[in-house]
């Protein structure tokens, strides 16, 4: 969304992306019918992320401290927290 409230298409992302996390660059889920865009990234044993919907409506930002870094794990602690966020 622009600073004045005019939304933009996300071009950029929306050639070829599928559901996807990572450790750098911009990620799309779907997350029960809701397309997601954000970021994550950790620092020692915590991991935070930023995530939005389509056109900014939405937004959500959190912070893990897991007990384990195992990537599967994260994902799905990930998934859980943004999904029930929006």
Not at 28 to 48: C, H, K, L, P, Q
Not at 67 to 79: F, Q, W, Y
Request: net charge negative.
């Amino acid at each position: 969304m622009l600073a004045d409230g005019g939304e933009i298409e996300p071009w950029a992302w929306a050639e070829g992306a599928v559901d996807r996390f990572s450790t750098g660059g911009l990620l799309r889920a779907e997350i029960d019918g809701t397309v997601v865009w954000g970021n994550t990234g950790s620092m020692g044993r915590s991991a935070s992320g930023v995530f939005g919907t389509v056109g900014g409506r939405r937004a959500v930002v959190g912070s893990l401290l897991p007990a384990s870094k195992e990537g599967e794990l994260m994902r799905k602690h990930v998934t859980a927290l943004v999904g029930a966020a929006l």
